[in-house]
């Protein structure tokens, strides 16, 4: 942080939050509040860049992957779900192993180095349609690391299959499940759960299941879904169990707040938080989240756009190209399906910041972790469409 911008934050009301972070000091539930209150919201950003930048640079992560959405029937009926579907319904679907499989051949010319599923919570599946829709990833691509199945689809399954959430986990850990996403946290509260997810799992046992998987070794993301009916002391709580387990276990790899798209779903009359709000989310979780090491700006849900500011507050990350929607191929759109690898480059570029490709445990991997550390290039727009919200992937 120049003296500048240190004066800048202190001129803002922000003084006793910076004097915290420059001396490392972890911050309360009420800077916290602080800071999703503080009018200037470049000052938060301020802040939430200074631990950034300590952390990780100049540096901003991206992966090639690709994304399968392996079934949309799901029997939890989350209110801010524009995804699932019942078994009955015409468009409900289960993709085969062999879906699956002939998914990856598709893109067999790419470099993936990870496949993201999550689906629905669907009791029909067995153990072993999971099992094997890993093994048929391993066999198309041996090298491939399967980030798969959310805590709230784990759970379910523990629950369908008699079985604990530790012997589930580690009948898939031996099919080759690599790590957990962070999908199905959405508001860890008691009331959030309550009113828009009954149909799954609260959050004592969304924080167990994944203190469970960090012990067997499965690195885990975390996901906040944030403005629909929580409050901001929701989030703030949401945050601090987070950073309680996180100090437990360290198994948290990325926190990504997700925010709320209302199109399609049963709470279409809320307004969807502005851009504004998805910066701050970003750097009110760098910041409070101190002991995470990732932020991600999760370019399809913000906009690549969107995503490409949250680089200056607080987020290191931008997540994958995104290979293969299943919605979006529903949808039979034909707008952009992934942001191939030089776009995502340039929209970090044009950020000022250095790309850097990772694999899922973010271990810089491929030419781009040579690089050295830029300042910032002017480079020419990417031409990267936003996707709209009914074309986007589940986080169940
Ligand atoms: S968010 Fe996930 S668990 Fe909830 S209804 Fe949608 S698919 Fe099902």
Request: net charge negative.
């Amino acid at each position: 942080m120049t003296p500048f911008q240190e004066r800048c934050v202190e001129r803002s009301g922000l003084g006793a939050i910076l004097g915290k972070v420059l001396a490392g000091e972890r911050l309360s539930a009420a800077d916290g509040m602080t800071l999703y209150v503080h009018p200037d919201l470049l000052a938060v950003g301020t802040l939430a860049n200074e631990v950034r930048e300590r952390r990780h640079g100049g540096v901003a992560y991206y992966i090639i992957n690709q994304h399968i959405n392996h079934t949309n029937i799901c029997v939890a009926g989350c209110k801010f779900c524009a995804f699932y579907r019942t078994a009955r319904q015409s468009d409900a679907y289960v993709l085969s192993v062999e879906d699956v499989e002939r998914r990856m051949r598709e893109h067999l010319d790419k470099p993936i180095r990870e496949i993201h599923m999550v689906g629905g919570v669907n009791p029909e599946l067995p153990l072993g349609y999971y099992q094997d829709v890993i093994r048929a990833m391993k066999r198309v691509r041996p090298d491939v690391h399967v980030k798969a199945f959310t805590i709230v689809e784990i759970a379910a399954m523990a629950e369908n299959f008699a079985m604990t959430p530790e012997d589930v986990m580690r009948r898939l850990q031996e099919a080759g499940l690599g790590s957990i996403p962070g999908g199905g946290a959405e508001i860890l509260t008691d009331h959030a759960h309550q009113v828009l997810f009954r149909g799954k799992i609260d959050h004592r046992a969304w924080i167990e299941i994944a203190k469970t998987a960090h012990r067997l070794g499965l690195r885990t993301n975390a996901t906040m879904m944030y403005g629909h009916v929580e409050t901001l002391e929701e989030r703030l709580d949401h945050m601090r169990l987070l950073r309680e387990a996180q100090d437990e276990t360290g198994g948290f790899m990325a926190f990504i707040p997700l925010a709320f798209h209302p199109e399609n779903t049963r709470l279409s009359h809320l307004p969807r938080p502005s851009a504004a709000d998805e910066l701050r989310n970003l750097a009110v979780g760098r910041l409070m989240l101190d002991n995470f090491a990732h932020i991600k700006a999760y370019w399809i849900m913000m906009t690549p756009r969107v995503a490409q500011a949250g680089l200056h507050f607080g987020a290191d990350d931008l997540d994958g190209t995104v290979v293969t929607e299943e919605i979006y191929h529903r949808a039979g759109s034909t707008s952009p399906q992934m942001i191939g690898v030089p776009e995502m480059i340039g929209l970090i570029e044009e950020a000022g910041r250095t790309p850097v490709e990772r694999d899922s445990l973010y271990n810089p991997v491929g030419a781009a972790a040579a690089l050295p550390p830029s300042g910032p290039r002017a480079v020419s727009p990417s031409p990267v469409k936003p996707i709209a919200a009914r074309e986007m992937a589940p986080q169940a």
